[in-house]
């Protein structure tokens, strides 16, 4: 079993920052992942893991202004994202995957966090 538990959504405005972070419990070696719905879209994936760092993705529309990193030691997984636009305002989810960055390749969700960017 694994939990997974997002922080750090809330409102920021275009070209702003925000920091999401999930805390990982139960089996943490799994290669971990942030997803995002936006309203009457499809659940897709931003950017995921591996437990050893050494894979890291990034979809083609977050690569450059967000970054995401993980302490293993704290069984933390944050995505810092600059830049942000009225487009990535969406639910992120924190979840763990069994390989690649894809939704049909998760295992467990987090609850999701709210992230809006609007002036």
């Known amino acids: 079993q694994v939990q997974l538990v997002e922080s750090g959504g809330g409102l920021v405005q275009p070209g702003g920052s925000l920091n999401v972070s999930c805390t990982v419990s139960?089996?943490?070696?799994?290669?971990i992942g942030w997803f995002r719905q936006a309203p009457g879209k499809e659940r897709e994936g931003v950017s995921c893991?591996?437990?050893?760092?050494?894979?890291?993705h990034y979809s083609d529309s977050v690569k450059g202004r967000f970054t995401i990193s993980r302490d293993n030691a704290k069984n933390t997984i944050d995505l810092q994202m600059n830049s942000l636009k009225p487009e990535d305002t969406a639910v992120y989810y924190c979840?763990?995957?069994?390989?690649?960055?894809?939704?049909?390749?998760?295992?467990?969700w987090g609850k999701g966090t709210l992230v809006t960017v609007s002036s």
């Open positions: 139960g089996f943490t070696q799994y290669i």
């Open positions: 979840a763990a995957t069994r390989g690649y960055c894809e939704v049909g390749m998760v295992d467990y």
């Open positions: 893991i591996s437990h050893d760092k050494d894979w890291i």
